[in-house]
């Protein structure tokens, strides 16, 4: 008999862990097992490869604009088709493929990033997904069949409202991208509350991987800027549809209001792309130069300080608009402020190559290309930022120009340098075949020859979005140069993606690690397994890899927490916010169908209005409201577990035993988007009770003291009832007496809103009628939203899912119910107030 | 918690000034404004408002510090960033004309 040596017992040990772990984390391996996957790591690629998809699409756009401006009077396309291209080569660009793009990457590398095995909520991603894929498909199907807006990528009222773009064109892009951005937010309510909460063990904020933090940053953006734009698009679906007049000046509406919504997202969208290809620099950067990212610190507050500023810039869009000089001013010097952050990134990277030995291979090219590229866009930006000159460049092609230097310089370069740095860890493969270097020696020059020439030919004042023009104005050397360029840069682009393709199914298995890097996502097994780690890493630095090389054996033979897989479930750490403490072990749900159905659900909610089909709509609205119940419904058990052993003599409670589980810290980051996408709805109001010509209104109108009182006892109500509930609950009492008071403080309201309509019926009338409605439909929307949630509860309540310890449901609905009455009082007092005082 | 509020509010507190200036400037120049208020007075009042709360929130992070050194040093630097904005974003309070 030979006893085992003492090396191979604990390798013994990892792949029994491995297998089993394996099993438990698996995704169903037949066809529907794409349908019911959430794991993040199916989840990204299927989002990787529809947005690279878009970008396809996208491209062969940007070929046919070249293709009709490459000469004078050209007959290649009529001047209506080409609307469609230019507005659809923005969109697909912008919504279809940027956003998604680092959506994917960030769900393919967060969860190693921080040492976790999953994203916090994987159902929400699968549901991301699938309803990205859905409204993008019917914004391309309505493109193919000649459908397509063509008002430009922003959209401006007048030109895409009912009276100047009929038709279903502007309906698509309003409806299509509205459904986009849902699946935005979703996503990014997963990422922060992943960012803030599932990390390895010890990751304080100041060990976090610096990609986490832009990430953290970027989506917090996107919870911030899109609601603007959602309500943007709501007025304008509205007032095309039902002739509510938020943008008919005769009516009292007023068309900047779209410019001003539009841009308070329009501007962040820019960081919001940029920020994670900065990200992505940040991290590869140091590695290739073999060192650490010099001053983490001055970047991560630079990151953060661009956010916040960016939000303060949208007005330098609307430079010709006729604002006065002072708000321009202040526009102005925002806008060159910007480039004080911008700067220290970049000395960041310059002192980090300085400090450090780089070596050159493709990603690493690839950063080179970007510095080259942004540097310029950033500095034409600077331009574009003094008002005098933007005066003169407004809306010609040394716009167009600019906005392809920072989107394709600053976004797709470091992009494609993430791809080749990552895919050794995505795929399992090192690159063997080099058409990579040929494709980025196509792509480089050829861009720049072809992006100079637009802006020359901006600034002999060629117009963009215009299909063509005549020979004797001068442009035609130039236009013929960019165009021919253009198709070069195509080619580089179509050769990266078949370099990457190739190598990702045929190329030569490699080893862990290849770049030497010392952040946690390389310590697993590659390809990354669908559970990601064996043991959740415990780590002291910021480079764990580099501290303790021996940390992926550790890891693999689950001598970090959660090291053991006999629960049979897919279990991970919640960790505290700030220093990463173990805090919390997370139950994670399985494969399951639902997200899909739901979003089979939202998206026709979102696109059966464009036939027409309300009660479809209607219907599919219902459907969303039955299935989200269901999927909330699976959560949770009917008895204490009390404290788990989560490994290293560590007890910890289950997240649904504690009062803040992640669906809490969910439901405040998507109240923070509720509440942005409220506030922009006030803003309105403001902005045309302050500008719009014809306003003050004919009447308005007055409250009645019933209402006022409803409205007052249902508050509070609506505001103790949730309370009690909680109370009880913990106190092992009866919920439902308090439950039900809720309920009826939530009805109450939900009068108290109605009766703001029956005041004033008509909000086709004017603009201030229509914003009474919306003020009331907010106050309906969200109680309704309350009042089923109490429902739930005391279902819930009576079905045994909730105890003292299990009370995370109940303050959950008691955080909605909050929001309810301050959005709603708020909203009724906007209402009611200046009747009390006119 | 209380440290991810630290590292935010003070810039936060900046887009809040920015944005109030800009809105209060927007309401100097609409019909609703007394005629015989005098916008620039009011606006570079809003100006020293604003310079007094970045002041502020750059004392709280200074004298509430953090535990941690790093989310100590990036508040401060964050809150300074602010206060800078805010002088700098707002000055054209100074010398642009107000409604032309
Ligand atoms: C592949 C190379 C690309 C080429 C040759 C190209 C070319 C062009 C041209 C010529 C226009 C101006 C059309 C006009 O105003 O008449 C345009 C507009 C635009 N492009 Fe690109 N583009 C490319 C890639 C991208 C990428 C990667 C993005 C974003 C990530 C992008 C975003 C936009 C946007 C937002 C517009 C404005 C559309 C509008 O005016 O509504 N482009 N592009
Ligand atoms: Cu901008």
């Not at chain 1, 309500?231 to 509406?253: K, M, Y």
């Not at chain 2, 404004?33 to 200074?62: G, K, N, T």
Request: aromatic residues 12%.
């Amino acid at each position: 008999m030979t006893l085992p040596s003492p090396a191979s017992q604990p390798r013994g040990k990892a792949l029994r862990l491995h297998l089993a772990l394996a099993r438990i984390w698996a995704s169903d391996q037949r066809i529907r097992g794409w349908f019911t996957s959430s794991n993040n790591n199916d989840i990204g690629s299927l989002f990787l490869i529809v947005a690279t998809s878009f970008f396809v699409i996208g491209g062969i756009l940007a070929m046919l604009i070249r293709a009709q401006l490459a000469t004078p009077d050209s007959a290649f396309m009529e001047p209506q088709v080409y609307n469609q291209i230019f507005t659809m080569h923005g969109t697909v660009m912008m919504f279809l493929f940027a956003i998604p793009f680092f959506e994917a990457m960030s769900m393919l590398l967060l969860p190693g990033m921080l040492g976790t095995r999953d994203m916090a909520f994987p159902r929400l991603g699968a549901y991301g997904l699938w309803v990205y894929i859905f409204g993008g498909s019917a914004v391309i199907i309505a493109m193919l069949m000649g459908l397509a807006p063509d008002g430009g990528w922003f959209m401006y009222p007048p030109l895409s409202s009912a009276a100047f773009s009929p038709g279903i064109g502007a309906d698509v892009w309003l409806l299509g991208i509205t459904s986009i951005e849902v699946s935005a937010i979703a996503t990014a309510i997963e990422v922060i509350v992943t960012v803030l909460r599932y990390r390895a063990a010890g990751m304080s904020l100041s060990r976090m991987p610096i990609f986490a933090w832009y990430i953290l940053v970027v989506s917090v953006m996107i919870l911030t800027a899109f609601p603007p734009m959602i309500l943007g698009s709501l007025l304008l679906e509205v007032e095309r549809a039902l002739n509510w007049p938020f943008f008919q000046v005769e009516n009292g509406g007023d068309p900047l209001l779209w410019q001003h919504l539009f841009w308070l997202f329009g501007h962040p969208e820019v960081y919001i792309i940029f920020l994670p290809a900065a990200g992505m620099i940040a991290t590869i950067l140091p590695v290739m130069a073999r060192t650490n990212l010099l001053g983490y610190g001055w970047v991560v507050a630079a990151a953060v300080s661009l956010a916040v500023l960016s939000f303060g810039l949208w007005v330098h869009h609307m430079f010709t608009t006729g604002i006065p000089h002072m708000g321009l001013a202040f526009f102005s010097a925002a806008s060159t402020l910007v480039a004080v952050p911008t700067s220290v990134m970049i000395f960041s990277w310059i002192g980090t190559l300085w400090k450090g030995r780089a070596r050159m291979g493709l990603p690493m090219l690839w950063i080179m290309g970007f510095f080259a590229t942004f540097v310029i866009g950033g500095l034409t930006g600077v331009m574009l930022a003094v008002v005098p000159f933007n005066w003169q460049v407004h809306d010609t092609h040394f716009v167009v120009a600019h906005l392809h230097y920072v989107l394709i310089g600053g976004y797709v370069f470091p992009m494609i340098a993430a791809i080749y740095y990552f895919m050794p860890l995505l795929t399992g493969r090192t690159r063997f075949f080099k058409l990579g270097e040929v494709a980025f020696w196509l792509v480089v020059p050829s861009f720049h020859i072809t992006f100079l020439s637009v802006h020359m030919a901006g600034l002999l004042g060629q117009r963009r979005r215009t299909w063509t023009y005549d020979a004797d104005q001068g442009w035609t050397a130039l236009n013929l140069v960019a165009s021919i360029a253009s198709f070069v840069m195509a080619i580089g682009f179509a050769l990266t993606i078949l370099d990457v393709a190739v190598n990702a199914f045929v190329a030569v298995r490699g080893r862990r690690n290849p770049w030497g890097a010392g952040t946690l996502e390389w310590a697993g097994a590659i390809p990354s397994p669908a559970y990601g780690f064996a043991s959740i890493p415990i780590v002291q630095g910021r480079y764990p890899l580099h501290d303790d090389p021996d940390l992926a054996l550790h890891i693999a033979r689950g001598e970090g927490y959660l090291g053991d897989a006999s629960r049979i479930r897919r279990e991970t750490l919640i960790v505290s916010t700030a220093r990463g403490e173990p805090l919390q072990v997370v139950v994670l749900p399985g494969n399951s169908v639902l997200p899909f159905l739901l979003a089979v659900v939202t998206s026709t909610s979102f696109l059966a209005p464009l036939f027409d089909a309300y009660i479809v709509a209607g219907l599919a609205l219902v459907a969303v409201v039955a299935l989200a119940l269901v999927w909330a419904w699976g959560l949770g058990g009917r008895v204490d577990e009390g404290h788990v052993d989560a490994g290293h003599g560590a007890m910890l409670p289950l997240a649904s035993e504690c009062r803040d589980p992640p669906g809490w810290w969910g439901s405040v980051f998507l109240l923070l988007a509720d509440g942005v996408h409220f506030g922009s709805l006030l803003f309105g109001y403001a902005f045309l009770w302050t500008v719009a010509p014809n306003w003050p209104p004919h009447s308005y109108l007055q409250p009645q003291l019933w209402a006022v009182i409803v409205a007052l006892t249902g508050a509070l109500a609506l505001t103790a009832g949730p309370r009690l509930a909680v109370r009880a609950i913990a106190k092992g009492g009866t919920a439902w007496p308090a439950i039900t008071l809720g309920i009826v403080g939530s009805l109450a309201l939900a009068i108290a809103a109605a009766s703001v309509m029956l005041d004033r019926p008509g909000p086709a009338r004017h603009a201030y009628d229509a914003t009474l409605w919306l003020l009331a439909g907010h106050v309906g929307l969200h109680t309704i939203l309350s009042a089923i949630m109490l429902c739930y509860l005391a279902a819930r309540v009576a079905a045994g899912y909730a105890s003292p310890a299990r009370i995370g449901e109940a303050g959950i609905v008691k955080l909605w119910a909050d929001f309810t009455v301050a959005t709603g009082l708020v909203a009724l007092a906007a209402a009611w107030l200046p009747g009390a005082f006119a | 918690m209380i440290d991810i509020l630290r590292l935010s509010l003070p810039i936060t507190v900046w887009l809040a000034g920015f944005s109030a200036v800009y809105a209060l400037q927007g309401l100097s120049c609409s019909r609703h404004w007394p005629a015989d208020l005098d916008a620039r007075q009011v606006l570079l009042a809003a100006y020293a408002v604003a310079i007094v709360l970045q002041l502020i929130a750059l004392l709280a992070v200074l004298y509430a510090p953090s535990k941690a050194r790093f989310v100590q040093t990036t508040a401060t630097v964050l809150a300074a960033t602010a206060l800078g904005a805010a002088v700098w974003t707002l000055m054209p309070v100074l010398a642009t004309s107000v409604c032309l």
